[in-house]
């Protein structure tokens, strides 16, 4: 069974520093994707970034890039310049055949 | 146009009550999930049906069951509701074929249960 793991509960940055949220994750799936998907009070849920197992490049969006290290099956979200509209929950998503599984979540909170 | 859509919003209701929530993609994707996300933020996975077939059922207990008439919607009838059934359900759905597709998620249906 997949299982992902996201480690801090809660995480607080200063406005424009950069903050690093951590993820790991359990499968024995050769192909998947992983996610990072980030939920403000509205509740909606946004896709922030996507990173293919099968590709070495870590992806980067902007401000938001990750570190995957497929062999210790870890994916962390790096947040740029963080900016106040950045909190939110951020969830870190593992996504194989048929089925779609998320962390716990992180709470980022950015202070002025 | 909503690409998916759950109704109702909200949903306040007694313990013993049976109630549905409804969920509807226009995106043409083969694959719906229902999540539960509790008080502490954490997204549990109920239920995913591909092509109207149930592919997960994640120990749910069997008060919930869900129902895909079509593969554009799935909704889920609750029985005997409980107060710890209180929590905000999404609705998500995925192309089911193509791995690096995100899902895509319903505005959620907050369930308080009194």
């Known amino acids: ?112 | 146009d909503t690409a998916v859509s759950q109704t109702p919003k909200y949903l306040v209701t007694q313990m013993g009550n049976d109630k549905s929530i409804k969920c509807e993609q226009n995106l043409g994707h083969d694959t719906m999930y229902w999540y539960k996300q509790d008080s502490k933020k954490f997204l549990k996975i109920m239920f995913s049906y591909n092509n109207k077939e149930l592919i997960i059922n994640e120990t749910v207990p069997n008060r919930f069951s869900p129902k895909s008439p079509d593969k554009a919607h799935l909704n889920l009838h609750i029985n005997s509701l409980e107060l710890g059934d209180s929590a905000v359900y999404f609705c998500a759905s995925t192309p089911g074929d193509r791995l690096n597709t995100e899902a895509f998620f319903g505005q959620g249906t907050r369930l308080t249960v009194v």
């Open chain 1, 1 to 112: 069974a997949q299982t992902v793991t996201q480690s801090q509960p809660e995480m607080s940055v200063q406005e424009a520093e950069t903050v690093t949220l951590s993820c790991t994750y359990d499968t024995s799936e050769s192909d998947y994707y992983l996610f990072w998907y980030k939920q403000p009070p509205s509740r909606q849920m946004i896709l922030v970034i996507r990173q293919e197992a099968y590709k070495q490049q870590n992806a980067t969006e902007n401000r938001f890039s990750v570190n995957f290290q497929k062999a210790a099956k870890s994916f962390s979200l790096k947040i740029s310049d963080s900016q106040l509209g950045d909190a939110a929950m951020y969830f870190c998503a593992f996504q194989g055949a048929q089925k779609l599984v998320f962390g716990q979540g992180t709470r980022l909170t950015i202070n002025p």
